[in-house]
């Protein structure tokens, strides 16, 4: 009898502790995990939210500044684009449509309104705040904020007033760029990715082209559109069919092509020396060559160009070569040619590039 008092009352103070260490987990585990809102993901300076019931519909107008001296309200964005008329849009992209606006304290900015049926415009939309909102460099475009109104979502970024670097080299034929010009925004761009790439938390851009570099008034290098960067220090992965769809397939390492589906720093490097072979030779990288009767690649055609030491006649037909050192012009070939090796292993890192581009003078 004794006995079975003792084993029931060991039970009973068992199964109490086992209740209480229960409790236990369940509220620490509650308190550890932060609730992914937008609210709790913001790095803002100052934000502003509104809330308006329109019969059962709640729509919440909420804006967010990453600069202390500015502030947005869709009030101010609808008034300084006329209600986001038609006259005031200076491009599109995937995510959605580019307006030109002045700010009522001056400042003129561009506003890419996204599409707000876009799933992957949402993605994309948290991955330039949290992104972007973060970094200061001078080879890093700007995002000044944003501003929210239920579906509608607005990036606020800074006006680079000679667009983009695609259109300088391809888009407008009475657009010309000097050599000079050209080394200084491949240094901006190959400074822009190093400081990317030498965060404590280093980002790979993942998407690295022409048109997601912007000039501002200096002819100075603004890299852009952060939709794809992720931070390479965790296992992030995405599917390479999204990558193959948005980063642009001729900029795309062979790695990729061949199934591979993490973000890594090399394949932002690749993709940096297709672009020095675009912005110097001013060739398409979407399109082949003619090379010896037979179509080529262009990483194809400068491998093998450089091979028969022909640099100087890789160089853009419409630059004046008067002036050019040709000593320089090789040199940067080369550094171009290690950037896009087939070998992932064996491309240089971006501060080594960098540090390699200093030596060509502008
Ligand atoms: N900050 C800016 N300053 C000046 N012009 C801009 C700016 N942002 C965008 N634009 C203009 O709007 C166009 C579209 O830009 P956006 O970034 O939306 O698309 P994209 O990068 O060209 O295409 P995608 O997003 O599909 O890769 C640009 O080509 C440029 O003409």
């Given at each position: 009898m004794d006995y079975a008092f003792h084993v029931i009352a060991a039970a009973c103070v068992f199964f109490f502790l086992l209740f209480l260490a229960g409790i236990i987990t369940f509220w620490l585990f509650r308190c550890r995990k932060p609730k992914i809102t937008p609210q709790t993901q913001k790095p803002v300076s100052t934000t502003t939210a509104t809330t308006t019931e329109l019969s059962s519909i709640k729509v919440v107008d909420q804006s967010a500044s990453f600069d202390p001296n500015l502030e947005f309200s869709m009030t101010e964005l609808r008034e300084a684009t006329k209600d986001f008329s038609p006259e005031f849009i200076i491009g599109g992209g995937s995510f959605g449509t580019v307006y030109k606006a002045q700010l009522s304290n001056g400042v003129t900015v561009a506003i890419k309104r996204l599409n707000p049926d876009a799933f992957k415009g949402f993605r994309e939309f948290w991955a330039e705040m949290v992104t972007l909102g973060m970094l200061h460099h001078p080879n890093i475009a700007k995002i000044f904020g944003y501003c929210m109104s239920g579906s509608d979502r607005h990036l606020i970024y800074e006006f680079f007033q000679n667009g983009s670097l695609d259109r300088w080299l391809h888009l407008e034929p009475t657009l010309t760029l000097s050599w000079g010009t050209r080394i200084q925004i491949v240094k901006g761009v190959a400074n822009g990715l190093s400081f990317l790439h030498s965060l404590d938390k280093p980002i790979a851009h993942q998407n690295i082209k022409s048109r997601n570099v912007f000039l501002d008034f200096d002819f100075q290098a603004h890299i852009t559109?952060?939709?794809?960067?992720?931070?390479?220090?965790?296992?992030t992965s995405y599917a390479s069919t999204q990558s193959a769809d948005t980063m642009g397939y001729c900029y795309m390492p062979p790695e990729y092509k061949e199934g591979l589906t993490s973000a890594t720093l090399e394949a932002d490097v690749y993709s940096f020396g297709i672009l020095m072979f675009e912005i110097t030779t001013g060739k398409r990288p979407n399109l082949p060559t003619l090379l010896d009767g037979k179509e080529v690649g262009i990483v194809e055609w400068a491998r093998k160009m450089l091979a028969q030491d022909k640099h100087m006649q890789m160089v853009d037909t419409s630059l004046r070569k008067d002036g050019l050192i040709e000593a320089h012009v090789k040199e940067y070939f080369e550094i171009a040619k290690m950037c896009a090796s087939e070998v992932r292993r064996e491309r240089p890192t971006m501060a080594m590039v960098f540090q390699l581009l200093i030596p060509i003078p502008t």
């Open positions: 559109d952060f939709g794809l960067a992720r931070g390479i220090d965790n296992s």
